[in-house]
């Protein structure tokens, strides 16, 4: 049996927002996976447990450039909120995303070659970032990005740490609302047809898991499970949710963009920090690893 340690009782509370003694109970039931903890919380509280899933802690910005129907996107991260909001991070990172667009790189390793000079460093982007390390005094790294070229762009950032790219035929301001949309509503898929199958596999284990405990005979069961799966699809499919300006509260995305004779040809969500697991720091240890430190100098 693996030790449950309050560390892991922690990183499961603050993922989940589940009660300290459910993460406790989950975590021994699930052998220490943290994996299969989240899911059994989800299973046993609903959606309360998986409210805070997406919360994330790395920091950065989302950077973007279009000019006609070249475009990019792109995710640069640091260490702290403080240096995110640094202007020669911020002008490193719109810089990085305008190269991309021009000389279309085909890896971070090859964008980092690519010729440029920020604050008297350079001569490649590669250059300048690492002179900016040496000057802020903290790490950081383009972690992904996105080149679009061949079609009509609609780029959407809320405020740095979101980011969304849009590929589309017909009406540019239609277009634009959809890019908002997706910042707001993070769908995964274009059409419920377009949704990953494991996304779906994951929904449908756990919509039964919970079906399961209603004790209702098993053709009942089937639909229940068959019901929150369908419901799934439509709350994580860009067609198929709820427009977030529809007038009247119904429209879907779909519906509108069909009244706006567009089409949306693929679209790119970058949530900054997404999916990184950022290590806590004990701020305790540090201060009295720097004591330590400063008495044996």
Do not use: W
């Not at 009406?171 to 419920?192: E, F, I, Q, R, W």
């Amino acid at each position: 049996m693996a030790a449950i340690t309050a560390s892991m009782v922690a990183e499961l509370r603050a993922k989940t927002d589940a009660p300290m003694m459910e993460c406790k109970k989950a975590l021994t039931e699930a052998e220490g996976d943290m994996a299969k903890a989240e899911e059994l919380l989800r299973v046993k509280l609903g959606t309360k447990a998986g409210k805070a899933a997406s919360r994330v802690t790395a920091e950065g910005v989302v950077a973007s450039f279009v000019d006609g129907n070249v475009g990019a996107l792109i995710e640069v991260n640091s260490e702290t909120d403080f240096v995110s909001k640094n202007d020669s991070f911020i002008a490193m990172a719109k810089a990085a995303a305008e190269l991309i667009a021009k000389h279309n790189p085909a890896d971070v390793e090859a964008l980092g070659a690519l010729a440029y000079e920020q604050d008297g460093f350079g001569p490649t982007l590669e250059e300048v970032r690492k002179g900016l390390i040496g000057k802020i005094g903290e790490n950081m790294s383009f972690r992904r990005f996105k080149r679009f070229a061949g079609s009509n762009l609609a780029a959407y950032l809320h405020g740095t740490r979101i980011g969304v790219m849009v590929e589309f035929d017909g009406d540019a301001a239609a277009a634009k609302d959809v890019a908002m949309h997706v910042a707001a509503m993070k769908p995964v898929a274009l059409t419920s047809a377009d949704v990953p199958a494991e996304l779906i596999e994951k929904e449908r284990s756990v919509a039964a898991a919970k079906a399961e405990e209603s004790g209702k005979p098993a053709e009942i069961v089937a639909k229940m499970v068959d019901g929150a799966v369908q419901k799934y699809l439509k709350e994580v499919s860009l067609a198929d949710q709820v427009f977030v300006k529809a007038e009247d509260g119904k429209q879907t995305v779909g519906a509108m963009l069909k009244a706006k004779n567009t089409a949306i040809k693929s679209f790119v969500l970058y949530v900054v920090g997404e999916g990184i697991e950022k290590k806590a720091d004990d701020f305790a240890a540090e201060v009295a690893a720097q004591v330590a430190a400063a008495k044996g100098a």
